[in-house]
């Protein structure tokens, strides 16, 4: 079934969905209305400021595939997910982006590319601009090609040792980073490679070693606001947590099975706010208990294909 009539409710009329040099559609906070957007220098400091802009691709051609102990898990006891349904979640999505205060800008979706809904993993942005970063899988390798475009080929760095996803990547706080290196997606050649970047600019980058049985780091971990993040404090290296409240992080303990439902996986938008999906119920509550406002979208067809709002979004602008 076609799905231009529904995307073009969701991101914007005036959207368009080809590829186009150094243009991208880009939905406006206030109105929602789609606009061509020549694209500058992106730049990302931390998790938590205030996000401007994002990057989502539309699920278009969305379908699990068995690439991670939860999709596989998934694929034992459900079939396919519905091409609307997951449009009307991705929308629900894209509004609580949008009513956070940021601009979403679309990258076109392709068919023999089923996991681009994922944006997080094939660029991450840097305070000095975007990185390419090296996808492990082979049913995923092929999603660089529209990021390239996406970006004009204006790359901060490029990864080129092993394997880096940017899942793996959390850029905490001015000065401060960690990637994860499981080796099932990130492997260590990768991890370190980019920390030496980072190294290079003064930073400190800690390279936190776990299990692939998890696939990314943001499964385990992720920021909801400075000093504050969530973890799964039952599968997580303590050394890692003490690392980060020497730091000055506390974690909101998420437990393990909530995790496997991708519970840890929050997107900061800033301003007190973060994205959780809705079926976090437990994990929402303390948020909210916090202080936040949390924006909960169903996301359960996601979730049940290894990401949430976390893997789904590709921060490119954030305000401290």
């Known amino acids: 079934m076609a799905l231009l009539p529904l995307l073009l409710g969701c991101y914007g009329r005036d959207a368009r969905l080809g590829p186009e040099k150094r243009q991208t559609p880009v939905l406006d906070a206030a109105r929602g209305a789609g606009q061509g957007?020549?694209?500058?220098?992106?730049?990302?400091?931390?998790?938590?400021?205030?996000?401007?802009?994002?990057?989502?691709?539309?699920?278009?051609?969305?379908?699990?595939?068995?690439?991670?102990?939860?999709?596989?898990?998934?694929?034992?006891?459900?079939?396919?997910?519905?091409?609307?349904?997951?449009?009307?979640?991705?929308?629900?999505?894209?509004?609580?982006?949008?009513?956070?205060?940021?601009?979403?800008?679309?990258?076109?979706p392709e068919p023999h590319l089923p996991y681009m809904a994922y944006t997080r993993d094939s660029a991450v942005v840097t305070p000095w601009g975007p990185v390419l970063t090296q996808l492990e899988r082979p049913q995923r390798r092929g999603e660089y090609a529209a990021v390239i475009d996406f970006h004009g080929g204006d790359f901060w760095r490029k990864s080129s040792a092993g394997t880096l996803e940017g899942g793996d990547i959390h850029i905490i706080r001015p000065g401060l980073a960690c990637v994860g290196a499981s080796g099932g997606r990130t492997d260590l050649a990768g991890a370190e490679q980019f920390a030496?970047?980072?190294?290079?600019?003064?930073?400190?980058?800690?390279?936190?070693?776990?299990?692939?049985?998890?696939?990314?780091?943001?499964?385990?971990?992720?920021?909801?606001?400075?000093?504050?993040?969530?973890?799964?404090?039952?599968?997580?290296?303590?050394?890692?947590?003490?690392?980060?409240?020497?730091?000055?992080?506390?974690?909101?303990?998420?437990?393990?099975?909530?995790?496997?439902?991708?519970g840890c996986n929050i997107l900061a938008l800033g301003r007190d706010q973060v994205v959780s999906a809705r079926g976090s119920a437990a994990l929402n509550a303390a948020l909210r208990a916090e202080g936040l406002t949390v924006l909960d979208p169903d996301l359960s067809l996601f979730t049940a294909g290894g990401g949430g709002p976390h893997c789904l979004t590709c921060p490119l602008g954030r305000v401290e």
């Open 37 to 108: 957007s020549a694209m500058s220098s992106w730049a990302v400091h931390s998790e938590t400021g205030a996000l401007t802009d994002v990057l989502v691709c539309p699920p278009d051609h969305y379908r699990w595939i068995p690439t991670n102990s939860i999709v596989r898990r998934t694929l034992a006891g459900a079939q396919q997910p519905s091409a609307m349904a997951l449009a009307a979640q991705h929308g629900e999505l894209v509004a609580a982006l949008k009513q956070g205060g940021a601009r979403v800008h679309v990258l076109p």
């Open 196 to 262: 030496t970047w980072l190294r290079g600019e003064g930073w400190e980058v800690r390279v936190e070693v776990f299990d692939e049985h998890f696939l990314h780091l943001d499964v385990l971990f992720c920021m909801a606001a400075p000093g504050l993040a969530v973890a799964c404090l039952d599968v997580l290296d303590p050394d890692f947590v003490a690392w980060l409240a020497g730091h000055g992080i506390r974690c909101i303990d998420v437990a393990y099975r909530d995790a496997m439902q991708l």
